[in-house]
Nanobody
């Protein structure tokens, strides 16, 4: 089970940290990913973190978002800074190996 939290309403330029608490799967043993879906748009991968801790980001968030993992808490994070209106979306964490998804958390960036 994956449970996202930390979303909310933030002003342009603000920051949020999303959390994905994972149960039933050990996050250190599998790659994890964050996706987002804005109204009327396709879901897109925002960031992923591999077993060795290396990360990848979609170009639009590079330098602003950071994906990390706390193995002790079995939790994955997405630190988002300098938020823009186009970052408004529902954000989901998932486990690619099992195609397992959380229910998402809404991020709204107000201009």
């Amino acid at each position: 089970q994956l449970v996202e939290s930390g979303g909310g309403l933030v002003q342009v330029g603000g920051s949020l940290r999303l959390s994905c608490e994972v149960s039933g799967i050990t996050v250190s043993r599998w790659a994890m990913a964050w996706y987002r879906q804005a109204p009327g748009k396709q879901r897109e991968m925002v960031a992923d973190i591999s077993i060795d801790g290396s990360t990848n980001y979609v170009a639009s968030v590079k330098g602003r978002f950071t994906c990390s993992r706390d193995n002790g808490l079995n939790t994955v994070y997405l630190q988002m800074s300098n938020l823009k209106p186009e970052d408004t979306a529902a954000y989901y964490c998932m486990v690619p190996r099992y195609d397992l998804w959380g229910r998402g958390t809404q991020v709204t960036v107000a201009s």
